[in-house]
């Protein structure tokens, strides 16, 4: 016989609790499983009622775990994750191969992984994954296998994060425009390009660099990073240009960096649901992305 102290809360609660607990924000969790928010607060609500302790702390428009918030969290994505990774193994062998999500940061996606991803799929023909664009926190129970993410926001703790390198990062130009805007370093006057995505690029540069950080000047600023290497390649200005996100473009003669490029705390990892078996195409797409990281 199940005691009350021992009766499970509903599923739907869970759900609904662990995705605010993940973002942190009632209204994105609503987005995240395509519920409205009124649904998540009833549900939340509900599920403190139930177990008779408040789990978030409410201030503004944000939500914050409480002790018991945190206790509850780590439990339920803990045993989403189990539950999903048997899913997966009782899919994976009930019939034909399914095929496997990779979500990339979108500005990663298109300036590194796409360009080399002909070599992928000849080493691995039997791999079959679709590339999606994806940024931020995210669910392994929204049809997502791998992820690959910058560390620069907090993931759960049972995630299994692979590293893959170290991001470093520059200020660059057209090679044509570098003896006007440094000479030799970078030039008050020399126009900055910025992006919303990543608002701080330049400040945290200059951390890194361990150099005086001056205010956004002259310059254009646009919605996402990616447009902002695009500018810079067009000759608009100077932009925070991560290495790996412009390699090509400096072996190509369409982007220097006449500073060099300085680490800036942070890494790229390939983020799991659960340990990658060896001989999988989950296995075999880690050692390959390690492998194209240090050729580039």
Not at 68 to 88: E, K, W, Y
Not at 110 to 120: D, E, G, N, S, V
Not at 237 to 258: K, N, T
């Amino acid at each position: 016989m199940v005691t009350t102290a021992h009766k499970m809360p509903s599923l739907t609660a869970l759900r609904c609790f662990e995705a605010a607990a993940r973002l942190e924000h009632f209204g994105r969790a609503a987005e995240a499983l395509h519920l409205t928010h009124g649904a998540i607060s009833r549900a939340v609500r509900a599920l403190e009622d139930d177990l008779g302790v408040p789990l978030f702390e409410r201030r503004s428009r944000r939500v914050f775990l409480t002790d018991a918030g945190r206790l509850l969290a780590r439990a339920v994505q803990s045993g989403f994750g189990v539950i999903g990774q048997a899913v997966g193994e009782l899919r994976a062998g009930a019939g034909p191969r399914r095929q496997l999500v990779l979500s990339c940061e979108p500005t990663l996606l298109m300036r590194w992984l796409i360009p080399r991803w002909p070599a992928f799929q000849a080493a691995h023909p039997d791999a079959d994954f679709l590339l999606v664009a994806g940024g931020g926190p995210f669910a392994f129970d929204g049809g997502i296998d791998l992820a690959i993410r910058r560390g620069d926001f907090s993931w759960p703790e049972h995630f299994h994060a692979h590293a893959l390198f170290a991001e470093q990062v520059g200020p660059v130009c057209r090679p044509d425009k570098a003896a006007q805007w440094f000479a030799p370093t970078l030039q008050p006057d020399a126009p900055r390009l910025h992006a919303r995505s990543r608002p701080d690029a330049w400040r945290d540069w200059a951390r890194a660099a361990g150099i005086r950080h001056r205010q956004a000047g002259a310059g254009q600023s646009f919605e996402h990073f990616y447009f902002s290497l695009q500018a810079a390649v067009a000759g608009l200005g100077v932009a925070i240009g991560p290495r790996h996100l412009v390699c090509d473009d400096l072996r190509s003669g369409l982007l220097a960096a006449p500073l060099g490029f300085v680490a800036d705390g942070t890494s790229y990892y390939l983020l799991s649901a659960a340990p990658l078996a060896e001989a999988s195409p989950q296995r075999a797409v880690l050692d390959w992305l390690r492998g194209a990281a240090a050729d580039s």
